[in-house]
């Protein structure tokens, strides 16, 4: 997961889809929940300039919303004074020294600041700078041993148009690198200034740089495997002709949304929540409610790791944190209509800190609309009932990240029956290396002539900080039981169903089982339905491989959330990331694991789920030279939340066909088939 060159570091020339802010008059917050804005980050960095914080080699490489406590949340009333703060991470960049400040926005001050000292046990370094790709690239250039490198391999022609391709350490506890502050460069060729380096890696080349000394601490050169000669671009001009047999599809709402949105208040049929956004963790979701009922306080993934199965120099050691490392909002796409997202559209303004603590604007950074979705019921009656159909429909509340040569999107699916899907997308361009064409390598499948790309993993960690009819919940795995054949079972066609409750931080890890339909239940500790059970949801998983790395391995340690599919919390407003704060070269043991070291109760208290969700990716050669979407994701569905289905009063379509005599219902293809007419 190689990084494009973000050489555009300073306020003047932001990076791609990032555009400076030259106005930030008007700019007020109206609830504590809405996203920063662009005055209130130029105000922190005025603070913190005030403060002596952030001078000329200092950088931010996170600034970040403060958290408020629940208790504030719920004493504040429109109108009433809100207390805006970031955290912020500084770095002093000549030095590699580390603090962390806790910025007022509102009173004008630095309430807190602390030193955090990355060169100590359990290690860990703030967020890549966007201007560290660019230095790093020139580090490696000028590198007298990387240009010898290249002249060995018979490059010394190809160096200037070479892209030197950043990527974190992950964390092998060399003497050399241990509490410093290291990326690695792999390198790939371009034939020119507008060819992609994907399709020619330089294989066994890889160089490690020190980023506060700006020095190469190593390199290693190992083998002589010919760069690939073959193309990888993927655009018109080099695909050709597009084709022409696919029709026009128009997707109209001539009376508009269904939606209604007031700042960052969305309200849509029964639901209703607030969206959010921040440079780490992308969209957040606040406050979703269904019939103004709580089902969670917050929502959003936080964090995804993507470790490689390769035993090689240039890849053994990566397990990319896009969020903890790289800043996957910071990293967000400006998204398009007609391109990204079908519609009538409602887009929302993202803002952002910059490498220098400036504001900087993603246009349009996330998207949201209404979908069709096929069949939300039918029958059909042999009698004068006849048949019924109605048609579902989604709100869809989306953003797009790019990291390197990937791209994910991360979508939130609200439906009409009170069920949310989350489901997160990649696509963009597989990491390859280099092989002998026709050669096989157990790590690594070829999928074009002399690529190979490894076997690695997208293992993403969702945070739901659930709030089913208020924050004191009860927590069971179920399980779908089979009853030997016996007095039981005298047919031997009976099963039925356990649910075990699970009541502390330790009991609460666990892993799914499809064999058994596992399913994970959050009840209400105080509200019942009109059968006298308690209200719940259903954490519904979706198959996923758990992280495939050995459970003594480097990765395992920093990224052991993903050793379980689910992991429950007691709520901890500053337990937010399941790899920890700064997963960067950090040594492991931070995050989940201990956040639940005290393994504390959570049978009717306010806890947090974290689901384990994601993709096991061994990529074949339809994924080049770009990927098709691969999808993973999970439900959060109603059990016994609501009385009945909450969908019955849904009208019929709009496209409906006319209804023949003696029909009471919809019978048209507009109601039961997948298109208009």
Same mark, same amino acid.
Request: net charge negative; proline share 7%; with cysteine.
């Given at each position: 997961?190689?990084?494009?060159?973000?050489?555009?570091?300073?306020?003047?020339?932001?990076?791609?889809?990032?555009?400076?802010?030259?106005?930030?008059?008007?700019?007020?917050?109206?609830?504590?929940?809405?996203?920063?804005?662009?005055?209130?980050?130029?105000?922190?960095?005025?603070?913190?300039?005030?403060?002596?914080?952030?001078?000329?080699?200092?950088?931010?490489?996170?600034?970040?919303?403060?958290?408020?406590?629940?208790?504030?949340?719920?004493?504040?009333?429109?109108?009433?004074?809100?207390?805006?703060?970031?955290?912020?991470?500084?770095?002093?960049?000549?030095?590699?020294?580390?603090?962390?400040?806790?910025?007022?926005?509102?009173?004008?001050?630095?309430?807190?600041?602390?030193?955090?000292?990355?060169?100590?046990?359990?290690?860990?370094?703030?967020?890549?700078?966007?201007?560290?790709?660019?230095?790093?690239?020139?580090?490696?250039?000028?590198?007298?041993?990387?240009?010898?490198?290249?002249?060995?391999?018979?490059?010394?022609?190809?160096?200037?148009?070479?892209?030197?391709?950043?990527?974190?350490?992950?964390?092998?506890?060399?003497?050399?690198?241990?509490?410093?502050?290291?990326?690695?460069?792999?390198?790939?060729?371009?034939?020119?200034?507008?060819?992609?380096?994907?399709?020619?890696?330089?294989?066994?080349?890889?160089?490690?740089?020190?980023?506060?000394?700006?020095?190469?601490?190593?390199?290693?050169?190992?083998?002589?495997?010919?760069?690939?000669?073959?193309?990888?671009?993927?655009?018109?001009?080099?695909?050709?002709?597009?084709?022409?047999?696919?029709?026009?599809?128009?997707?109209?709402?001539?009376?508009?949304? @269904?939606?209604?949105?007031?700042?960052?208040?969305?309200?849509?049929?029964?639901? $209703?929540?607030?969206?959010?956004?921040?440079?780490?963790?992308?969209?957040?979701?606040?406050?979703?409610?269904?019939?103004?009922?709580?089902?969670?306080?917050?929502?959003?993934?936080?964090?995804?790791?993507?470790?490689?199965?390769?035993? $090689?120099?240039?890849?053994?050691?990566?397990?990319?944190?896009?969020?903890?490392?790289?800043?996957?909002?910071?990293?967000?796409?400006?998204?398009?209509?007609?391109?990204?997202?079908?519609?009538?559209?409602?887009?929302?303004?993202?803002?952002?800190?910059?490498?220098?603590?400036?504001?900087?604007?993603?246009?349009?950074?996330?998207?949201?609309?209404?979908?069709?979705?096929?069949?939300?019921?039918?029958?059909?009656?042999?009698?004068?009932?006849?048949?019924?159909?109605?048609? @579902?429909?989604?709100?869809?509340? $989306?953003?797009?990240?790019?990291?390197?040569?990937?791209?994910?999107?991360?979508?939130?699916?609200?439906?009409?029956?009170?069920?949310?899907?989350?489901?997160?997308?990649?696509?963009?361009?597989?990491?390859?290396?280099?092989?002998?064409?026709?050669?096989?390598?157990?790590?690594?499948?070829?999928?074009?002539?002399?690529?190979?790309?490894?076997?690695?993993?997208?293992?993403?960690?969702?945070?739901?900080?659930?709030?089913?009819?208020?924050?004191?919940?009860?927590?069971?795995?179920?399980?779908?039981?089979?009853?030997?054949?016996?007095?039981?079972?005298?047919?031997?066609?009976?099963?039925?169903?356990?649910?075990?409750?699970?009541?502390?931080?330790?009991?609460?890890?666990?892993?799914?089982?499809?064999?058994?339909?596992?399913?994970?239940?959050?009840?209400?500790?105080?509200?019942?339905?009109?059968?006298?059970?308690?209200?719940?949801?259903?954490?519904?998983?979706?198959?996923?491989?758990?992280?495939?790395?050995?459970?003594?391995?480097?990765?395992?340690?920093?990224?052991?959330?993903?050793?379980?599919?689910?992991?429950?919390?007691?709520?901890?407003?500053?337990?937010?990331?399941?790899?920890?704060?700064?997963?960067?070269?950090?040594?492991?043991?931070?995050?989940?694991?201990?956040?639940?070291?005290?393994?504390?109760?959570?049978?009717?208290?306010?806890?947090?789920?974290?689901?384990?969700?994601?993709?096991?990716?061994?990529?074949?050669?339809?994924?080049?030279?770009?990927?098709?979407?691969?999808?993973?994701?999970?439900?959060?569905?109603?059990?016994?939340?609501?009385?009945?289905?909450?969908?019955?009063?849904?009208?019929?379509?709009?496209?409906?066909?006319?209804?023949? @005599?003696?029909?009471?219902?919809?019978?048209?293809?507009?109601?039961?088939?997948?298109?208009?007419?």
């Amino acid at each position: 997961m190689t990084h494009h060159d973000h050489s555009h570091h300073d306020h003047a020339d932001a990076p791609a889809g990032l555009l400076p802010v030259t106005d930030v008059t008007g700019q007020t917050a109206r609830h504590p929940r809405d996203p920063l804005t662009a005055a209130e980050i130029e105000r922190a960095r005025e603070i913190l300039v005030a403060a002596g914080l952030l001078g000329d080699a200092v950088r931010v490489p996170s600034l970040l919303p403060d958290e408020y406590d629940k208790a504030e949340l719920a004493a504040w009333r429109p109108g009433d004074e809100i207390d805006r703060r970031v955290e912020v991470t500084l770095l002093e960049t000549t030095t590699g020294a580390v603090t962390e400040a806790l910025v007022s926005i509102t009173k004008g001050e630095v309430v807190a600041q602390s030193p955090h000292d990355p060169t100590t046990a359990p290690y860990g370094q703030p967020q890549y700078l966007f201007e560290e790709y660019e230095r790093a690239a020139r580090i490696v250039k000028a590198s007298p041993e990387w240009q010898a490198a290249m002249a060995r391999r018979g490059l010394a022609d190809r160096m200037e148009l070479a892209f030197c391709g950043p990527l974190a350490p992950g964390f092998v506890g060399r003497a050399n690198e241990v509490g410093r502050r290291v990326i690695r460069s792999l390198t790939f060729l371009r034939d020119s200034e507008d060819d992609l380096p994907w399709a020619h890696p330089v294989e066994g080349l890889i160089v490690h740089i020190d980023l506060v000394a700006n020095t190469v601490i190593g390199i290693e050169d190992e083998g002589d495997i010919p760069v690939p000669a073959g193309s990888g671009n993927y655009t018109p001009d080099a695909v050709g002709p597009a084709r022409e047999t696919l029709k026009p599809i128009e997707i109209t709402q001539p009376e508009g949304p @269904s939606f209604r949105v007031d700042g960052h208040r969305v309200q849509w049929e029964n639901w $209703s929540l607030r969206v959010d956004f921040n440079a780490r963790e992308g969209l957040v979701l606040h406050d979703v409610r269904f019939d103004d009922r709580p089902v969670l306080s917050r929502a959003s993934v936080p964090e995804m790791v993507v470790p490689y199965g390769d035993t $090689s120099n240039t890849r053994f050691w990566i397990s990319y944190f896009d969020a903890g490392e790289y800043l996957l909002g910071k990293n967000a796409n400006h998204l398009e209509l007609g391109c990204d997202c079908l519609g009538v559209i409602r887009y929302f303004d993202g803002y952002v800190a910059d490498d220098h603590g400036h504001a900087v604007k993603i246009p349009g950074v996330v998207c949201m609309h209404e979908e069709d979705y096929g069949i939300l019921w039918k029958h059909t009656e042999p009698s004068i009932v006849g048949s019924h159909v109605r048609r @579902s429909r989604r709100l869809v509340i $989306s953003y797009f990240a790019t990291i390197g040569n990937y791209d994910y999107g991360f979508y939130w699916y609200l439906y009409l029956d009170g069920s949310i899907q989350v489901e997160a997308k990649a696509t963009g361009i597989v990491f390859v290396g280099a092989g002998i064409p026709g050669s096989s390598n157990p790590h690594a499948p070829e999928i074009a002539p002399g690529i190979f790309a490894p076997v690695h993993q997208h293992l993403f960690s969702a945070r739901l900080d659930v709030a089913i009819d208020g924050e004191d919940n009860r927590l069971f795995e179920v399980d779908a039981v089979r009853i030997p054949m016996g007095e039981r079972n005298p047919f031997g066609n009976a099963f039925t169903w356990s649910a075990t409750p699970l009541r502390t931080e330790s009991e609460a890890q666990r892993e799914a089982d499809t064999s058994v339909a596992r399913v994970w239940e959050v009840q209400s500790a105080s509200k019942t339905n009109y059968i006298g059970k308690p209200t719940a949801y259903h954490l519904i998983p979706e198959p996923t491989a758990l992280l495939m790395a050995d459970p003594a391995s480097s990765v395992a340690a920093r990224a052991t959330f993903a050793t379980k599919h689910l992991w429950a919390t007691a709520y901890d407003k500053q337990a937010r990331w399941p790899a920890g704060r700064y997963p960067n070269a950090h040594q492991g043991g931070a995050g989940l694991p201990a956040y639940a070291a005290g393994d504390r109760s959570i049978d009717g208290e306010d806890f947090v789920l974290w689901h384990t969700f994601g993709l096991t990716h061994i990529p074949r050669p339809e994924d080049w030279p770009i990927m098709p979407v691969d999808y993973a994701g999970f439900w959060f569905k109603p059990y016994g939340f609501l009385d009945v289905n909450p969908a019955m009063d849904v009208p019929e379509s709009s496209q409906a066909g006319h209804v023949r @005599s003696g029909d009471a219902g919809c019978c048209g293809e507009g109601c039961a088939c997948d298109h208009g007419h």
